[in-house]
């Protein structure tokens, strides 16, 4: 049964500060997703990472994947107040019928 | 730009309802999914399909079907609510092959059930 942890659940961490959501998954997936929620709001795809050391960056934020570990995590440099939301890391797999799996979320609250 | 709609927002229903949940996406995309979000459990997936009238069982299925009668629309169908079914509920949608990967998801329905 594919199983996705995320740690830590809650993050508080001052402007300017670098951080790492780190996301561990228990079987073998093709496909790691992350994606943004703000309050009251949908998700947004952040990132997909296809392959073993596949790293992608946007902004402040950089994901990568390790398959060999099951580990993805999202790094997070110089932390802005508008940073603040809970992130999803999320699994799947490349065949059509499999389901995408997610963790729980970390909230992340960024104090100015 | 691909569109993914929920049919309401916000519902209020009360318990023993049939309760009839739309999602529709505009982009010919092959998988539709059906979660729901609560507080500290992240989203679980309910359903999902990945063509048309084919379904499949994610980790919560009990208490929920689903239809997919066309490539477009995936309803997912309470057949009688009860309280624990008081949630957020959200529709997304994936193409699939190289370079698709994207999941797409709708602005959520926030259920009620008294």
């Known amino acids: 049964e594919l199983k996705v942890e995320q740690n830590p659940l809650f993050l508080s961490m001052q402007e300017g500060k670098n951080y790492t959501i780190y996301c561990n998954y228990s079987?073998?997936?093709?496909?790691l997703y992350w994606y943004r929620q703000d309050p009251g709001k949908s998700l947004e795809s952040l990132f997909v990472?296809?392959?073993?050391?596949a790293v992608k960056q946007e902004g402040r934020l950089m994901a990568s994947l390790d398959t060999k570990a099951r580990l993805s995590t999202l790094h997070i440099t110089a932390a802005v107040h508008d940073l603040s939301a809970t992130y999803f890391c999320?699994?799947?797999?490349?065949?059509?019928?499999?389901?995408?799996?997610f963790g729980k979320g970390t909230r992340l609250h960024i104090l100015p | 730009d691909v569109k993914v709609t929920q049919s309401s927002r916000y519902l209020v229903k009360r318990t023993g309802e049939k309760v009839f949940l739309e999602c529709v996406q505009d982009?010919?995309?092959?998988?539709m999914f059906w979660y729901r979000q609560d507080p500290g459990l992240g989203l679980r997936l309910i359903y999902f399909s990945y063509d048309v009238k084919m379904k499949e069982k994610g980790d919560i299925p009990e208490g929920y079907s689903v239809s997919r009668e066309k490539k477009e629309r995936f309803s997912l169908i309470l057949e009688s609510a009860s309280t624990n079914q008081t949630s957020m509920y959200l529709c997304?949608?994936?193409?699939?092959?190289?370079?698709?990967?994207?999941?797409?998801f709708g602005p959520g329905t926030r259920l009620l059930v008294l």
């Open positions: 999320a699994v799947g797999r490349m065949n059509r019928d499999d389901k995408i799996i």
């Open positions: 997304a949608s994936r193409l699939e092959g190289a370079g698709r990967e994207t999941q797409y």
């Open positions: 990472l296809l392959s073993n050391g």
């Open positions: 982009m010919d995309h092959e998988n």
């Open positions: 079987t073998t997936s093709d496909r």
